[in-house]
């Protein structure tokens, strides 16, 4: 099960990425928990790593989505962050949190399915482990996905 989490301060963002996300979930056959947070604060307030995708708003009051990042980033490198936002110029920005990608306000569909497919390729690859189990004089490999 993939965890991704919403952070934009803008309800109807909000709820546009986050039927993108179940549609796109459907079509990829994952399994997903969504959780939608309406600013960096409330996201960081209780944060635990424990996300596998974060979506993250640039612009937001009190605490921007760069300092969401890099908080991110103080407790994971593992996290992906994918920033949507309506001000590309923070691009350069991004990548110094070690962004996987940026979508840009207003949304496009096609692109947005492009991208979350790319994304949740790269996780679910990340995720296949392969188990070693030493067995007489061989090696049994077992694959396994990482809960």
């Not at 944060?47 to 989505?65: A, C, K, Q, R, S």
């Not at 004089?137 to 996905?145: K, R, S």
């Amino acid at each position: 099960m993939l965890r991704i989490a919403v952070v934009d301060d803008d309800t109807n963002y909000q709820g546009i990425i986050k039927n993108l996300i179940e549609e796109d979930c459907q079509d990829l056959a994952l399994a997903t928990d969504i959780r939608v947070f309406d600013s960096g604060l409330s996201f960081i307030s209780d944060y635990e790593p424990i996300y596998d995708l974060v979506f993250l708003d640039i612009e937001m009051p009190h605490m921007n989505g760069i300092e969401v990042a890099k908080f991110i980033r103080k407790s994971t490198e593992t996290t992906m962050i994918i920033f949507v936002t309506n001000m590309p110029q923070f691009a350069l920005e991004g990548y110094s949190v070690n962004a996987f990608d940026f979508i840009v306000k207003p949304i496009n569909p096609l692109a947005f399915k492009r991208q979350f497919k790319a994304a949740t390729g790269a996780l679910v690859n990340k995720r296949d482990v392969m188990v070693h189990i030493p067995v007489s004089y061989t090696h049994l490999t077992l694959p396994t996905m990482l809960a």
